[in-house]
């Protein structure tokens, strides 16, 4: 399944910022969809995922200030991030999975990221 993250840009440390992804498949609901991030110099993260039923899991480093949410009729996840830190700029990247097993995700496709700068 195509998937394409969007909505990447700028922000001050405590701002807010909405990613999207998208995809043009048509089977988009029978995938979990899981957003993972890669900071310059480190390991790509799994950051949190949503099940094709709207069940979300999220990591320690993000409970509480990302929150993810899905449109099927729009084939359209969102990850909603509030009271960003520095530490939170990275390339951001959403993926699909027809396996639903938190903590973990295996990843079926990847989506093309969208860059997330946040300013101190």
């Known amino acids: 399944v195509p998937l394409q993250a969007s909505g990447g840009g700028l922000v001050q440390a405590g701002g807010s910022l909405t990613l999207s992804c998208e995809t043009s498949?048509?089977?988009?609901?029978?995938?979990?969809v899981g957003w993972f991030r890669q900071a310059p110099g480190k390991e790509r993260e799994f950051v949190g995922a949503i099940s094709w039923y709207s069940t979300t899991y999220y990591t320690d480093s993000v409970e509480g200030r990302f929150t993810i949410s899905r449109d099927n009729a729009k084939n359209t996840v969102y990850l909603q991030m509030s009271s960003l830190k520095p530490e939170d700029t990275a390339d951001y990247y959403c993926?699909?999975?027809?396996?639903?097993?938190?903590?973990?995700?295996?990843?079926?496709?990847w989506g093309r990221g969208t860059q997330v700068t946040v300013s101190s």
């Open positions: 498949g048509r089977t988009f609901s029978d995938y979990a």
């Open positions: 993926a699909a999975s027809v396996i639903w097993y938190p903590p973990r995700f295996r990843v079926d496709a």
